[in-house]
Protein backbone atom coordinates (compact mmCIF):
# COMPACT_ATOMS: atom_id res chain seq x y z
CA UNK A 1 0.00 0.00 0.00
CA UNK A 2 1.46 3.54 -0.75
CA UNK A 3 2.78 5.96 1.92
CA UNK A 4 0.22 8.64 2.02
CA UNK A 5 1.72 11.97 1.10
CA UNK A 6 2.48 14.45 4.11
CA UNK A 7 1.68 18.24 3.27
CA UNK A 8 3.53 20.67 6.24
CA UNK A 9 2.05 24.02 6.48
CA UNK A 10 4.01 26.52 6.35
CA UNK A 11 4.04 30.14 8.06
CA UNK A 12 4.41 33.41 6.15
CA UNK A 13 7.81 33.73 7.18
CA UNK A 14 9.01 30.22 6.70
CA UNK A 15 7.47 30.14 3.59
CA UNK A 16 9.49 32.91 2.08
CA UNK A 17 12.58 32.16 3.43
CA UNK A 18 12.27 28.48 2.14
CA UNK A 19 11.60 30.15 -1.23
CA UNK A 20 14.05 32.85 -0.82
CA UNK A 21 16.71 30.58 0.24
CA UNK A 22 15.89 28.44 -2.90
CA UNK A 23 16.15 31.62 -5.17
CA UNK A 24 19.31 33.19 -4.26
CA UNK A 25 21.32 30.03 -3.93
CA UNK A 26 20.38 28.75 -7.42
CA UNK A 27 20.44 32.34 -8.47
CA UNK A 28 23.50 33.00 -11.20
CA UNK A 29 23.86 36.47 -13.28
CA UNK A 30 21.36 35.28 -16.58
CA UNK A 31 19.24 37.50 -18.10
CA UNK A 32 16.10 36.99 -15.60
CA UNK A 33 16.48 35.21 -12.04
CA UNK A 34 17.09 31.68 -13.05
CA UNK A 35 16.58 28.18 -10.84
CA UNK A 36 17.68 25.20 -12.19
CA UNK A 37 16.81 22.32 -10.25
CA UNK A 38 20.35 19.92 -9.82
CA UNK A 39 21.77 21.67 -12.94
CA UNK A 40 24.42 24.00 -14.24
CA UNK A 41 21.79 27.09 -15.88
CA UNK A 42 22.44 27.69 -19.57
CA UNK A 43 22.39 30.49 -22.03
CA UNK A 44 21.98 30.34 -25.70
CA UNK A 45 25.03 31.98 -28.09
CA UNK A 46 25.74 34.11 -30.85
CA UNK A 47 26.07 33.16 -33.80
CA UNK A 48 22.71 33.94 -34.58
CA UNK A 49 19.27 36.77 -33.09
CA UNK A 50 20.25 36.21 -28.89
CA UNK A 51 17.31 34.98 -27.35
CA UNK A 52 18.60 34.59 -23.38
CA UNK A 53 15.46 32.95 -21.56
CA UNK A 54 14.35 32.28 -18.19
CA UNK A 55 13.54 28.94 -16.86
CA UNK A 56 11.99 28.84 -13.34
CA UNK A 57 11.87 25.78 -11.67
CA UNK A 58 10.85 25.25 -7.97
CA UNK A 59 12.58 23.60 -5.11
CA UNK A 60 9.63 21.27 -4.57
CA UNK A 61 9.05 18.46 -6.62
CA UNK A 62 5.63 18.12 -7.20
CA UNK A 63 5.74 21.98 -8.03
CA UNK A 64 8.42 21.39 -10.36
CA UNK A 65 7.17 18.58 -12.12
CA UNK A 66 4.52 21.09 -13.12
CA UNK A 67 6.46 24.01 -14.05
CA UNK A 68 6.73 23.18 -17.79
CA UNK A 69 3.01 22.73 -18.39
CA UNK A 70 1.68 24.79 -16.15
CA UNK A 71 3.65 27.95 -15.05
CA UNK A 72 4.21 29.83 -18.37
CA UNK A 73 4.40 33.71 -18.86
CA UNK A 74 4.35 35.78 -22.06
CA UNK A 75 7.70 36.07 -23.16
CA UNK A 76 7.65 33.97 -26.30
CA UNK A 77 11.32 33.37 -28.66
CA UNK A 78 11.65 32.72 -31.86
CA UNK A 79 11.35 28.72 -31.19
CA UNK A 80 7.73 29.38 -29.82
CA UNK A 81 8.48 28.86 -26.30
CA UNK A 82 7.88 30.92 -23.24
CA UNK A 83 9.22 31.64 -20.05
CA UNK A 84 8.59 33.62 -16.85
CA UNK A 85 10.06 36.35 -15.18
CA UNK A 86 10.94 35.97 -11.61
CA UNK A 87 8.07 38.21 -10.17
CA UNK A 88 5.96 36.77 -13.20
CA UNK A 89 6.44 33.09 -12.21
CA UNK A 90 6.04 34.33 -8.22
CA UNK A 91 2.75 35.63 -9.13
CA UNK A 92 1.67 32.54 -10.73
CA UNK A 93 2.86 30.34 -7.87
CA UNK A 94 -0.16 30.47 -5.42
CA UNK A 95 -0.79 27.40 -3.31
CA UNK A 96 0.75 25.12 -6.02
CA UNK A 97 3.97 25.94 -4.12
CA UNK A 98 3.46 24.10 -1.06
CA UNK A 99 2.41 21.02 -2.95
CA UNK A 100 -1.33 19.24 -3.58
CA UNK A 101 -3.18 20.41 -0.40
CA UNK A 102 -4.79 23.81 -1.53
CA UNK A 103 -5.36 24.35 2.15
CA UNK A 104 -2.63 26.14 3.78
CA UNK A 105 -2.14 29.04 6.42
CA UNK A 106 -0.50 31.46 4.05
CA UNK A 107 -2.55 34.51 4.30
CA UNK A 108 -4.63 35.05 0.76
CA UNK A 109 -3.51 38.92 1.28
CA UNK A 110 -0.10 37.53 0.24
CA UNK A 111 -1.52 36.13 -2.80
CA UNK A 112 -3.34 39.65 -3.67
CA UNK A 113 -0.26 41.41 -3.28
CA UNK A 114 1.70 39.21 -5.67
CA UNK A 115 -0.41 39.23 -7.92
CA UNK A 116 -1.40 43.33 -8.45
CA UNK A 117 -0.65 43.93 -11.45
CA UNK A 118 0.86 47.37 -10.12
CA UNK A 119 4.06 47.67 -10.81
CA UNK A 120 5.25 49.01 -7.06
CA UNK A 121 3.57 49.18 -3.31
CA UNK A 122 4.18 51.32 -1.38
CA UNK A 123 6.58 50.33 2.00
CA UNK A 124 4.20 51.25 4.79
CA UNK A 125 5.86 53.85 6.70
CA UNK A 126 8.73 54.09 4.67
CA UNK A 127 10.80 54.71 1.21
CA UNK A 128 12.87 53.11 -1.52
CA UNK A 129 15.61 53.09 1.05
CA UNK A 130 13.62 50.68 3.13
CA UNK A 131 13.19 47.93 0.23
CA UNK A 132 15.36 45.38 1.22
CA UNK A 133 18.74 45.11 -0.81
CA UNK A 134 19.61 41.54 0.16
CA UNK A 135 17.93 38.34 1.75
CA UNK A 136 20.10 39.01 4.71
CA UNK A 137 18.45 42.60 4.64
CA UNK A 138 15.39 41.00 4.09
CA UNK A 139 15.46 37.93 7.42
CA UNK A 140 16.53 40.87 9.54
CA UNK A 141 13.42 42.94 8.95
CA UNK A 142 11.10 40.36 9.80
CA UNK A 143 12.98 39.87 13.50
CA UNK A 144 12.32 41.77 16.58
CA UNK A 145 9.33 43.22 18.03
CA UNK A 146 8.19 44.65 15.35
CA UNK A 147 7.23 42.15 13.08
CA UNK A 148 5.52 42.98 9.88
CA UNK A 149 1.98 41.75 9.20
CA UNK A 150 1.28 39.61 6.05
CA UNK A 151 0.91 42.49 3.85
CA UNK A 152 3.78 44.26 4.57
CA UNK A 153 5.27 40.87 4.45
CA UNK A 154 4.40 40.78 1.01
CA UNK A 155 5.20 43.81 -0.38
CA UNK A 156 8.76 44.07 1.20
CA UNK A 157 8.60 40.25 -1.05
CA UNK A 158 7.63 41.56 -3.65
CA UNK A 159 9.44 44.85 -3.51
CA UNK A 160 12.52 43.01 -3.03
CA UNK A 161 12.70 40.82 -5.93
CA UNK A 162 11.28 43.58 -8.28
CA UNK A 163 14.51 45.46 -7.16
CA UNK A 164 16.85 42.73 -7.89
CA UNK A 165 15.49 41.88 -11.34
CA UNK A 166 15.75 45.23 -12.62
CA UNK A 167 19.42 45.33 -11.39
CA UNK A 168 19.33 41.88 -13.19
CA UNK A 169 18.32 43.43 -16.33
CA UNK A 170 20.61 46.33 -15.58
CA UNK A 171 23.56 44.35 -15.25
CA UNK A 172 22.73 41.94 -18.19
CA UNK A 173 22.42 44.86 -20.29
CA UNK A 174 26.04 46.10 -19.58
CA UNK A 175 27.20 43.05 -20.60
CA UNK A 176 26.16 42.85 -23.92
CA UNK A 177 27.29 46.04 -24.00
CA UNK A 178 30.98 45.10 -23.22
CA UNK A 179 30.74 41.72 -25.43
CA UNK A 180 29.40 43.95 -28.30
CA UNK A 181 32.00 46.13 -27.91
CA UNK A 182 34.58 43.51 -27.63
CA UNK A 183 34.02 41.18 -29.97
CA UNK A 184 32.95 44.10 -33.19
CA UNK A 185 35.97 45.24 -32.55
CA UNK A 186 39.64 44.46 -34.04
CA UNK A 187 42.18 44.56 -31.15
CA UNK A 188 44.73 46.79 -31.62
CA UNK A 189 47.23 43.86 -31.72
CA UNK A 190 45.80 42.76 -35.21
CA UNK A 191 45.73 45.80 -36.13
CA UNK A 192 49.19 46.68 -35.33
CA UNK A 193 50.02 43.22 -37.18
CA UNK A 194 48.00 44.53 -40.43
CA UNK A 195 50.11 47.65 -40.68
CA UNK A 196 53.45 46.20 -40.29
CA UNK A 197 52.80 43.99 -42.83
CA UNK A 198 51.30 46.66 -45.49
CA UNK A 199 54.63 47.88 -44.55
CA UNK A 200 56.66 45.36 -45.00
CA UNK A 201 54.79 44.73 -48.25
CA UNK A 202 55.95 47.61 -49.78
CA UNK A 203 59.40 47.64 -48.63
CA UNK A 204 60.73 44.07 -48.62
CA UNK A 205 60.68 42.58 -52.20
CA UNK A 206 60.64 38.79 -49.94
CA UNK A 207 57.13 39.79 -48.99
CA UNK A 208 55.59 40.25 -52.32
CA UNK A 209 56.38 36.98 -54.05
CA UNK A 210 54.08 35.42 -56.20
CA UNK A 211 51.86 32.87 -54.53
CA UNK A 212 52.04 30.30 -55.70
CA UNK A 213 55.50 29.94 -57.07
CA UNK A 214 55.11 29.50 -61.09
CA UNK A 215 55.87 25.86 -61.04
CA UNK A 216 53.12 25.29 -58.82
CA UNK A 217 50.61 26.86 -60.64
CA UNK A 218 49.02 24.25 -62.43
CA UNK A 219 48.39 22.28 -59.14
CA UNK A 220 45.73 25.12 -58.38
CA UNK A 221 43.28 23.58 -60.85
CA UNK A 222 44.55 19.98 -60.56
CA UNK A 223 41.66 18.18 -58.93
CA UNK A 224 44.30 15.31 -57.92
CA UNK A 225 44.73 17.68 -54.92
CA UNK A 226 43.36 17.94 -51.80
CA UNK A 227 42.00 21.96 -52.25
CA UNK A 228 41.06 24.22 -48.99
CA UNK A 229 38.93 27.35 -49.49
CA UNK A 230 39.35 29.92 -46.58
CA UNK A 231 38.13 32.96 -47.20
CA UNK A 232 39.64 35.80 -44.10
CA UNK A 233 40.39 39.40 -43.84
CA UNK A 234 42.33 38.42 -40.67
CA UNK A 235 45.41 37.91 -40.99
CA UNK A 236 46.73 35.99 -37.53
CA UNK A 237 43.30 34.01 -38.03
CA UNK A 238 44.20 32.58 -41.32
CA UNK A 239 47.53 31.57 -40.26
CA UNK A 240 46.37 29.47 -37.43
CA UNK A 241 44.13 27.75 -39.72
CA UNK A 242 46.65 27.12 -42.61
CA UNK A 243 49.19 26.16 -40.30
CA UNK A 244 47.18 23.31 -38.44
CA UNK A 245 45.70 22.35 -41.56
CA UNK A 246 49.53 21.69 -43.22
CA UNK A 247 50.92 20.81 -39.72
CA UNK A 248 48.07 17.82 -39.36
CA UNK A 249 48.42 16.54 -42.42
CA UNK A 250 49.93 13.37 -43.74
CA UNK A 251 50.30 14.82 -46.96
CA UNK A 252 51.07 18.41 -47.15
CA UNK A 253 52.64 17.88 -50.19
CA UNK A 254 49.32 16.98 -51.64
CA UNK A 255 47.68 20.08 -49.94
CA UNK A 256 46.54 23.80 -52.05
CA UNK A 257 45.33 26.16 -49.87
CA UNK A 258 43.09 29.42 -51.77
CA UNK A 259 42.86 32.05 -49.27
CA UNK A 260 40.23 34.58 -50.18
CA UNK A 261 40.36 37.92 -48.67
CA UNK A 262 39.50 41.98 -49.43
CA UNK A 263 41.10 44.30 -51.14
CA UNK A 264 42.62 46.17 -47.58
CA UNK A 265 43.91 42.56 -46.08
CA UNK A 266 45.41 40.99 -49.67
CA UNK A 267 48.61 43.17 -49.30
CA UNK A 268 49.34 41.89 -45.56
CA UNK A 269 47.85 38.35 -46.24
CA UNK A 270 50.53 38.04 -48.82
CA UNK A 271 53.53 39.90 -47.08
CA UNK A 272 52.74 37.24 -44.32
CA UNK A 273 52.85 34.08 -46.52
CA UNK A 274 55.43 34.80 -48.33
CA UNK A 275 57.33 35.47 -45.34
CA UNK A 276 55.82 32.30 -43.91
CA UNK A 277 56.08 29.39 -46.38
CA UNK A 278 53.85 26.46 -45.60
CA UNK A 279 56.51 24.09 -47.67
CA UNK A 280 55.29 21.50 -49.20
CA UNK A 281 51.79 22.99 -48.96
CA UNK A 282 50.58 25.20 -51.82
CA UNK A 283 49.00 28.44 -50.86
CA UNK A 284 46.70 31.22 -53.40
CA UNK A 285 45.92 34.55 -51.99
CA UNK A 286 43.32 36.02 -54.03
CA UNK A 287 41.52 39.58 -53.36
CA UNK A 288 37.70 39.54 -54.62
CA UNK A 289 38.82 42.07 -57.23
CA UNK A 290 40.97 39.65 -58.92
CA UNK A 291 37.73 37.69 -59.94
CA UNK A 292 36.57 39.59 -63.01
CA UNK A 293 32.71 37.82 -62.48
CA UNK A 294 32.94 39.87 -59.45
CA UNK A 295 34.58 42.68 -60.43
CA UNK A 296 32.26 43.40 -63.32
CA UNK A 297 29.23 41.75 -63.22
CA UNK A 298 25.72 42.29 -61.48
CA UNK A 299 26.33 40.51 -57.84
CA UNK A 300 22.94 40.07 -56.36
CA UNK A 301 24.47 39.59 -52.71
CA UNK A 302 26.12 43.61 -53.35
CA UNK A 303 23.13 44.43 -54.10
CA UNK A 304 21.45 42.75 -50.97
CA UNK A 305 24.09 43.82 -48.63
CA UNK A 306 23.14 47.43 -49.32
CA UNK A 307 19.69 47.24 -48.52
CA UNK A 308 20.27 45.09 -45.43
CA UNK A 309 22.38 47.93 -44.55
CA UNK A 310 19.83 50.74 -45.20
CA UNK A 311 17.54 48.35 -43.14
CA UNK A 312 19.80 48.31 -40.01
CA UNK A 313 19.96 52.09 -40.55
CA UNK A 314 16.75 51.46 -37.79
CA UNK A 315 19.37 51.12 -35.21
CA UNK A 316 20.45 54.52 -35.20
CA UNK A 317 22.38 56.18 -32.78
CA UNK A 318 24.37 53.55 -31.56
CA UNK A 319 24.58 51.08 -29.00
CA UNK A 320 24.76 54.02 -26.29
CA UNK A 321 20.90 54.53 -27.60
CA UNK A 322 20.12 50.84 -27.55
CA UNK A 323 21.10 50.22 -24.30
CA UNK A 324 19.22 53.48 -23.04
CA UNK A 325 15.97 51.98 -23.96
CA UNK A 326 14.17 51.51 -20.75
CA UNK A 327 11.41 49.40 -21.99
CA UNK A 328 13.25 47.11 -24.42
CA UNK A 329 13.96 43.19 -22.68
CA UNK A 330 17.31 42.47 -22.67
CA UNK A 331 17.42 39.91 -25.04
CA UNK A 332 15.79 42.35 -27.85
CA UNK A 333 18.76 44.80 -27.05
CA UNK A 334 20.96 42.32 -27.28
CA UNK A 335 19.44 41.51 -30.89
CA UNK A 336 20.07 45.13 -31.99
CA UNK A 337 23.62 45.01 -30.79
CA UNK A 338 24.36 41.90 -32.16
CA UNK A 339 22.61 44.01 -35.67
CA UNK A 340 25.03 46.48 -35.40
CA UNK A 341 28.09 44.25 -35.68
CA UNK A 342 30.30 44.71 -38.95
CA UNK A 343 30.55 40.97 -39.87
CA UNK A 344 26.92 40.47 -40.76
CA UNK A 345 27.57 43.17 -43.46
CA UNK A 346 31.19 41.43 -44.46
CA UNK A 347 31.20 40.08 -47.64
CA UNK A 348 33.45 37.32 -46.40
CA UNK A 349 30.26 35.87 -44.70
CA UNK A 350 29.14 35.10 -48.22
CA UNK A 351 31.87 34.34 -50.19
CA UNK A 352 31.21 30.40 -50.21
CA UNK A 353 28.00 30.46 -52.30
CA UNK A 354 29.80 32.00 -55.39
CA UNK A 355 32.30 29.18 -55.19
CA UNK A 356 31.28 27.23 -58.33
CA UNK A 357 32.04 30.32 -59.99
CA UNK A 358 35.09 31.56 -58.25
CA UNK A 359 36.47 27.99 -59.16
CA UNK A 360 35.53 26.67 -62.46
CA UNK A 361 38.18 24.03 -62.67
CA UNK A 362 37.59 22.39 -59.41
CA UNK A 363 35.16 19.69 -58.88
CA UNK A 364 35.57 19.21 -55.18
CA UNK A 365 36.87 21.41 -52.01
CA UNK A 366 36.58 21.94 -48.44
CA UNK A 367 35.56 25.20 -47.19
CA UNK A 368 37.24 26.26 -43.86
CA UNK A 369 36.20 29.46 -41.77
CA UNK A 370 39.11 31.13 -40.05
CA UNK A 371 37.96 30.92 -35.90
CA UNK A 372 38.64 26.82 -35.89
CA UNK A 373 41.57 24.93 -35.82
CA UNK A 374 42.64 21.52 -37.97
CA UNK A 375 43.61 18.96 -35.28
CA UNK A 376 43.56 15.87 -37.21
CA UNK A 377 44.45 14.82 -41.22
CA UNK A 378 41.69 16.03 -43.24
CA UNK A 379 42.46 14.04 -46.53
CA UNK A 380 40.00 11.61 -45.67
CA UNK A 381 37.09 13.52 -46.69
CA UNK A 382 37.73 13.40 -50.24
CA UNK A 383 37.08 9.91 -49.58
CA UNK A 384 33.20 10.19 -48.37
CA UNK A 385 30.38 9.33 -51.24
CA UNK A 386 28.28 12.02 -50.77
CA UNK A 387 25.39 10.45 -52.78
CA UNK A 388 25.09 12.91 -55.34
CA UNK A 389 24.76 16.02 -52.86
CA UNK A 390 26.03 18.93 -53.03
CA UNK A 391 27.25 19.81 -49.22
CA UNK A 392 28.75 17.71 -46.71
CA UNK A 393 28.01 18.57 -43.30
CA UNK A 394 27.53 17.26 -40.07
CA UNK A 395 24.42 18.05 -38.26
CA UNK A 396 23.47 19.69 -34.98
CA UNK A 397 20.57 18.80 -33.65
CA UNK A 398 21.48 15.31 -32.12
CA UNK A 399 24.91 14.57 -29.58
CA UNK A 400 26.17 14.27 -25.99
CA UNK A 401 26.28 18.14 -25.31
CA UNK A 402 22.58 19.32 -25.54
CA UNK A 403 23.06 22.91 -25.34
CA UNK A 404 25.70 23.08 -28.13
CA UNK A 405 23.71 19.91 -30.46
CA UNK A 406 20.13 20.84 -30.09
CA UNK A 407 19.75 22.88 -32.93
CA UNK A 408 16.56 22.43 -35.31
CA UNK A 409 15.44 25.08 -38.45
CA UNK A 410 12.89 26.30 -35.47
CA UNK A 411 16.26 27.71 -34.26
CA UNK A 412 17.25 30.20 -36.51
CA UNK A 413 13.95 30.84 -38.90
CA UNK A 414 10.81 32.38 -37.70
CA UNK A 415 8.05 29.84 -38.26
CA UNK A 416 5.56 32.35 -37.34
CA UNK A 417 5.97 33.97 -40.59
CA UNK A 418 3.51 32.20 -43.21
CA UNK A 419 6.22 32.06 -45.93
CA UNK A 420 8.60 29.85 -44.01
CA UNK A 421 5.97 27.82 -41.86
CA UNK A 422 4.71 26.38 -45.46
CA UNK A 423 7.99 25.64 -47.30
CA UNK A 424 9.86 24.17 -43.93
CA UNK A 425 9.47 21.54 -41.25
CA UNK A 426 10.39 23.53 -37.98
CA UNK A 427 11.97 20.04 -36.12
CA UNK A 428 14.00 19.06 -39.42
CA UNK A 429 17.42 18.74 -38.53
CA UNK A 430 19.69 21.68 -38.89
CA UNK A 431 23.34 21.87 -40.22
CA UNK A 432 26.62 23.68 -39.20
CA UNK A 433 28.82 25.66 -41.31
CA UNK A 434 32.70 26.14 -40.44
CA UNK A 435 33.87 22.66 -41.66
CA UNK A 436 31.76 21.87 -45.02
CA UNK A 437 32.48 19.56 -47.93
CA UNK A 438 31.29 20.93 -51.33
CA UNK A 439 30.75 18.91 -54.34
CA UNK A 440 31.69 21.86 -56.96
CA UNK A 441 30.56 19.76 -59.72
CA UNK A 442 27.04 18.38 -58.39
CA UNK A 443 26.33 21.86 -57.21
CA UNK A 444 26.72 23.78 -61.15
CA UNK A 445 23.71 21.41 -61.85
CA UNK A 446 21.22 22.77 -59.04
CA UNK A 447 19.90 25.95 -58.70
CA UNK A 448 21.54 26.14 -55.22
CA UNK A 449 22.86 30.00 -55.87
CA UNK A 450 19.89 31.43 -57.19
CA UNK A 451 17.64 30.16 -54.40
CA UNK A 452 20.05 31.92 -51.89
CA UNK A 453 19.71 35.35 -53.67
CA UNK A 454 15.87 34.57 -53.81
CA UNK A 455 15.67 34.23 -50.47
CA UNK A 456 17.55 37.61 -49.52
CA UNK A 457 15.30 39.02 -50.99
CA UNK A 458 12.93 37.98 -49.33
CA UNK A 459 13.92 38.40 -45.99
CA UNK A 460 14.73 42.52 -46.96
CA UNK A 461 11.38 42.24 -48.24
CA UNK A 462 9.73 41.13 -44.95
CA UNK A 463 11.91 43.77 -42.99
CA UNK A 464 14.32 41.24 -41.81
CA UNK A 465 11.60 38.96 -40.11
CA UNK A 466 12.39 35.85 -41.52
CA UNK A 467 15.48 34.40 -39.30
CA UNK A 468 17.91 35.83 -37.18
CA UNK A 469 21.19 37.20 -38.06
CA UNK A 470 24.22 35.63 -40.20
CA UNK A 471 24.57 33.54 -43.12
CA UNK A 472 23.61 30.28 -42.06
CA UNK A 473 19.83 30.61 -41.89
CA UNK A 474 19.71 31.65 -45.93
CA UNK A 475 22.13 28.47 -46.14
CA UNK A 476 19.78 26.15 -44.41
CA UNK A 477 17.20 27.13 -47.13
CA UNK A 478 19.38 27.24 -50.25
CA UNK A 479 21.33 23.96 -49.22
CA UNK A 480 18.03 21.92 -48.28
CA UNK A 481 17.71 18.98 -49.84
CA UNK A 482 21.26 19.16 -50.69
CA UNK A 483 23.20 18.13 -47.32
CA UNK A 484 25.19 14.99 -46.93
CA UNK A 485 25.46 14.43 -43.26
CA UNK A 486 29.43 13.60 -41.94
CA UNK A 487 30.36 12.06 -38.91
CA UNK A 488 30.39 14.81 -35.83
CA UNK A 489 34.23 13.79 -35.36
CA UNK A 490 35.19 15.91 -38.17
CA UNK A 491 33.15 19.43 -36.25
CA UNK A 492 32.91 20.17 -33.04
CA UNK A 493 31.26 23.61 -32.29
CA UNK A 494 30.60 25.74 -29.60
CA UNK A 495 34.02 26.75 -28.32
CA UNK A 496 33.19 30.24 -28.55
CA UNK A 497 29.98 30.69 -26.57
CA UNK A 498 30.12 28.38 -23.89
CA UNK A 499 33.20 27.21 -21.84
CA UNK A 500 31.08 23.51 -20.85
CA UNK A 501 33.38 21.57 -23.65
CA UNK A 502 36.58 20.00 -21.93
CA UNK A 503 39.99 20.46 -23.56
CA UNK A 504 39.93 16.48 -23.47
CA UNK A 505 36.98 16.68 -25.32
CA UNK A 506 38.31 19.13 -27.94
CA UNK A 507 41.40 17.73 -28.22
CA UNK A 508 39.58 14.51 -29.87
CA UNK A 509 37.94 16.19 -32.48
CA UNK A 510 39.30 16.59 -35.74
CA UNK A 511 38.33 20.27 -36.29
CA UNK A 512 37.26 22.61 -33.60
CA UNK A 513 35.01 25.88 -34.20
CA UNK A 514 35.25 29.09 -31.71
CA UNK A 515 31.71 29.89 -33.74
CA UNK A 516 30.40 32.85 -31.32
CA UNK A 517 31.75 35.73 -29.69
CA UNK A 518 34.46 34.58 -27.61
CA UNK A 519 36.95 34.19 -30.64
CA UNK A 520 40.43 33.15 -29.25
CA UNK A 521 42.31 35.96 -30.66
CA UNK A 522 40.44 38.18 -27.83
CA UNK A 523 40.39 38.66 -24.18
CA UNK A 524 37.19 37.76 -23.47
CA UNK A 525 37.97 33.88 -25.10
CA UNK A 526 38.26 30.60 -22.94
CA UNK A 527 41.09 30.35 -21.16
CA UNK A 528 41.20 26.48 -21.09
CA UNK A 529 39.85 26.59 -24.66
CA UNK A 530 42.11 29.28 -26.25
CA UNK A 531 44.95 27.16 -25.92
CA UNK A 532 44.43 25.07 -28.31
CA UNK A 533 44.53 27.80 -30.54
CA UNK A 534 47.48 29.49 -29.84
CA UNK A 535 49.69 26.15 -30.21
CA UNK A 536 49.73 27.18 -33.36
CA UNK A 537 50.69 31.08 -32.85
CA UNK A 538 54.81 31.64 -33.31
CA UNK A 539 55.24 34.20 -30.39
CA UNK A 540 58.59 34.35 -31.18
CA UNK A 541 57.93 35.87 -34.52
CA UNK A 542 59.76 39.25 -34.97
CA UNK A 543 55.83 40.46 -36.25
CA UNK A 544 54.10 39.18 -33.64
CA UNK A 545 56.42 40.28 -30.58
CA UNK A 546 56.37 43.75 -32.27
CA UNK A 547 52.48 43.92 -32.05
CA UNK A 548 52.74 42.33 -28.47
CA UNK A 549 50.68 39.35 -29.32
CA UNK A 550 50.83 37.18 -26.38
CA UNK A 551 49.50 33.71 -25.71
CA UNK A 552 47.47 34.66 -22.68
Known sequence: MAKPQQTVALSPCTFSILYLSCLFTKYTNLPFIVIAHNQKPKTRGDENAIAYIAKFTTCDSTARERSEGVYKSEVDTIDGQTRCSTIGCLKKLGPGMLGKNRQSTVPEVIYQVLEDPSS??????GSDADIPQTLEDFVSSLKGRNRPDA?????????????????????????????????????????????????????????????????????????????????????????????????????????????????????????????????????????????????????????????????????????????????????????????????????????????????????KVVFLDDDLVVQSDLSPLWDIDMNGKVNGAVETCRGEDKFVMSKRFKSYLNFSHPLISKNFNANECAWAYGMNIFDLEAWRNTNITQNYHYWLEENLKSDLSLWQLGTLPPGLIAFHGHVHTIDPFWHMLGLGYQENTSQADAESAAVIHFNGRAKPWLDIAFPQLRTLWTKYVNFSDKFIKSCHIRAS
Open 120 to 125: KNDIPG
Open 151 to 363: KTFAIKLKSMLTLLEERTRKAKIQEYLYRHVASSSIPKQLNCLALQLANEHATNANARLQLPSPERVPTLVDNSYFHFVLASDNILAASVVATSLVYNSLRPDMVVIHIITDRKTYSPMQAWFSLHPLTPAVVEIKALHHFDWFAKGKVPVLEAMEKDQKARSQFRGGSSAIVAENTEKPYVIAAKLQAMSPKYNSLMNHVRIYLPEMFPSLN
